[in-house]
């Protein structure tokens, strides 16, 4: 079989990174695809540089786009980052986190790209266990924007290639995924998962985002590798 | 009835513009949004921002966003746009002026604005009939973006309202949307449907959507009201 290209959306977390591996382990030709879209947490596109790197992609882009001009998020605006919230009660209903049609947006550039380099696939690292509560994770989320990327392209209408929208972690819990990452050889200290880390680039440990992966690498048993700020670390 | 927001996308063309005086008519309170998206035609832009000041709207925000980053289309890379085509014969197949995936990534972004407004109304002025052979004006496209928006969002997932997606102009012929435009007041000498305009901003005559423009005036009977560069007229 002729290795295929694949876009691969990469916010340098746990989660996209190991999508990444996953994707490079199905032989695909990957181009990564990153946005600064005014988060609280630019940190992690250097994580995303440093894992595009790590597991090598044929090329990485980020894309500047504004979701700031429509704010609505915690992590795109002034509004705080919750911290210490019980990580058995994050999917009782939407966080102030979730960015208003995030991932909609995302999408829709990874198919632009996807068009353009005649690529009939696209790796997202939603995932529907330990999702935070977000409605953009689900997999009738996936489903539906799949159908919809087959309506909306040349590929699609001329039948030339089904589009494929690739969501290998929807049923995997956390624990799953980092034993995935690293039989698949991943250094989870290249990734950033926090959406409020310092300058320095250490995670806070209590947001959401640190908690789910915390107890992700307590539950997997293997230890976490992340760089935590000390002084934000709840006792 | 109490007033509802609506998010209606303005490219400053023909059918956008008379979209927007669709959904006043339809006593919605008007957000406009349209895009910098690397077009060469930005000349649309002054269009826009004339038509939403005409009809009366809330706010108008331009986004920019960039679409020349994929490249892919004559309208936003250095391809040349087609000329003289046979009006007749531009939906045989997708043109070169197609822009990868543009239509989903400007639903995207209104589908953010929506959910940020607390509005469940989007409207968009793609046509079915004079559509030039994009697979993303064709109403199944359409049908599937709403599907997808109402599992993408809070709304959607909470069941507080089902978003929809306003297509009026699907099934009119250019020459119906003209005398419908025409009937709600709309000046058509402030919008730009060109592709590739002059500096100052007077039409080529002969790109697709100049001649879809121009065979739409002559059908409706009504006096072709754009400034034509007369240079590129063809005989």
New interface residues.
Partial sequence: MATRNAVVLLSGGLDSSTTLAIAKEQRFRLYALSFRYGQRHQVELQAATRIAQAIGVEEH?I?????R????SALTSDIDVPKGRNPNEMSDG?PIT????????F???A???A??LKSSDIFIGVNAIDYSGY??C?P??IQ??Q???N????A???GTAAIMIHAPLVDLTKAEIIKKGIALGIDYSLTSSCYDPSALGEACGSCDSCQLRRKGFEEAGVADPTRYCVSQVPA
Avoid: C, H, M, Q
């Avoid at 309506?151 to 040349?154: E, H, S």
């Fill in positions: 882009r894309i500047d786009i504004d979701l001009a429509f704010g609505g939407i979730y960015v208003p049609a995030r991932n909609t947006i999408l829709s550039y198919l632009a790209w068009e353009v409605p953009d689900r009738e989320f539906a924007f159908t919809l990327a309506l909306a392209t040349k699609g209408v001329e």
